[in-house]
Every structure is written in structure tokens, then in C-alpha cells.
């Protein structure tokens, strides 16, 4: 079946440091990729996405490439804020036919960034 | 406003007693779908349904139950719950006919505890 990897974290970062969460996936044909960001408290919203392959993402601030050759969608941010500190999801959707649209999440990373 | 509400977004209950958690969304979208999210587990789907009607288990399906009798309502019942149901619970919705680029709109979230 379908699998994201990604690390759980916490990753800890000061202000204005660059960010990278690595995300890497597993899946037959060609799915689309997400990142989701979940705030604390509330639920998750789509941060940026890519459809296929060589596709930037961008948004806020934030990158990822989808890289079909690596499997991998990282998430990339110049310089972090503090209020960029939240749980980041790295996520598939592939169509598994009859309309059924299965989305695949990894587990979660756990940005802190500290003033 | 476009949006995805739960309620409650926080119960206390104990082992057996039945409890239903609603779900509405005002996208007019066709897809809906229930997650739990643990901690080192991510987000992983309960249920999901593609249309009034038409409902599939998901990947944890075991002790809960859906319905969809209108397009904008989605409730999760928890017939007997047992204190491993304790979890945060998130509604999403989609579009679902346009493919697997689908964004997802989550809601807040309900956080149950089953004692």
C-alpha cells in the first residue's frame, strides 16, 4: 500500500533559521502531494501542494518539489518565524478508481521556533 | 464563511456509553471522512463516504459507525466506546470527483477521552 515517512520531531529552530522536514513516500502510479500544517488547537489546512512530478509547491513562505526520480516532497522554509511553530503532515492522494480518492498522511512533525 | 464544524469539540465519557460526534460541512463538497490522530501514528482514517449513502470502512474501522443522509452531515457514533477510542477526531470533506488534486478542508477537531 501507500506510506509517507517523515520524522516525528520536535525540530527546535531560532528565529530566521533555515528549515528542511524530509518527506519521502511510497506509491504505485502518480499520486498528488501535500503539505498540511495543524496550529495548535485547531485542525489542519493545505499549505501547498504539487500535482506531478517537477511540480513546486509554494506558499507563505514555503517550497517543496515533488521529486518522482527520490520519492520525496521536502518541505523547505528560508527563514522560520515564531509563528510558524505548529505540526507539519506530509500527505498523498492517489485515485484508486471508482471516484475513491485514498489519502496516505506520515505522522507529523513538530516545529518549534524559538525567539 | 466555507467550513467544517464538529461538535462537541471536547467529551468526557465513560466505557459503554453511546455518543455521536456531528460533522457538517457547507462546501456542498461529496466527499467526507473521519481521521483519528495519535500521537506517533499520525492521521488515520476511520471512514469515508463518497456521497449520500455510499459509505466505506477506512483503515480503523473496528467499534464506530457512520451514516450519510444528507450531503452536508457525516456523524461518527461510537456505539460501546472503550477507552482505546480515546483520540482527537477530525472531520474533512472534499470535492472528490476532481481527482486525487484534491485539498481537503479539515475540521477543529474533537477531542474525546473514554474513561
Known amino acids: 500500500g501507500n506510506s509517507v515517512t517523515q520524522m516525528e520531531g520536535p525540530v527546535t529552530l531560532s528565529e530566521e533559521a533555515f528549515l528542511t522536514i524530509n518527506c519521502t513516500y511510497t506509491a504505485t502510479g502518480y499520486p498528488s502531494l501535500f503539505w498540511y500544517v495543524q496550529y495548535p488547537g485547531e485542525g489542519l489546512q493545505l499549505l501547498l501542494k504539487?500535482?506531478?512530478?517537477?511540480d513546486k509547491g509554494s506558499n507563505k513562505g514555503f517550497e517543496a518539489t515533488y521529486r518522482k526520480e527520490t520519492t520525496s516532497f521536502h518541505l523547505e522554509k528560508g527563514s522560520v518565524q515564531v509563528s510558524d511553530s505548529a505540526v507539519y503532515f506530509c500527505?498523498?492522494?492517489?485515485?484508486?478508481?471508482?471516484?475513491?480518492?485514498?489519502?496516505?498522511f506520515g505522522i507529523g512533525t513538530k516545529l518549534q521556533v524559538i525567539p | 464563511e466555507a467550513q467544517v464544524t464538529q461538535n462537541p469539540r471536547y467529551l468526557i465519557t465513560v466505557t459503554g456509553k453511546k455518543l455521536t460526534v456531528t460533522c457538517s460541512q457547507n462546501?456542498?463538497?461529496?466527499?467526507m471522512s473521519w481521521y483519528r490522530q495519535d500521537p506517533g501514528l499520525g492521521l488515520r482514517q476511520i471512514y469515508y463516504?463518497?456521497?449520500?449513502?455510499?459509505?466505506d470502512k477506512g483503515d480503523v474501522p473496528e467499534g464506530y459507525k457512520v451514516s450519510r443522509k444528507e450531503k452536508r452531515n457525516f456523524p461518527l457514533i461510537l456505539e460501546s466506546p472503550s477507552p482505546n477510542q480515546t483520540s482527537l477526531y477530525f472531520c474533512a470533506s472534499s470535492w472528490g470527483l476532481a481527482g486525487s488534486t484534491d485539498t481537503q478542508y479539515f475540521g477543529p477537531g474533537t477531542r474525546l477521552t473514554v474513561l
Open positions: 504539487a500535482t506531478k512530478a517537477d
Open positions: 463516504s463518497m456521497n449520500v449513502e455510499v459509505t
Open positions: 462546501m456542498n463538497h461529496e466527499y
Open positions: 500527505a498523498l492522494s492517489a485515485h484508486l478508481g471508482g471516484g475513491y480518492q485514498k489519502v496516505t
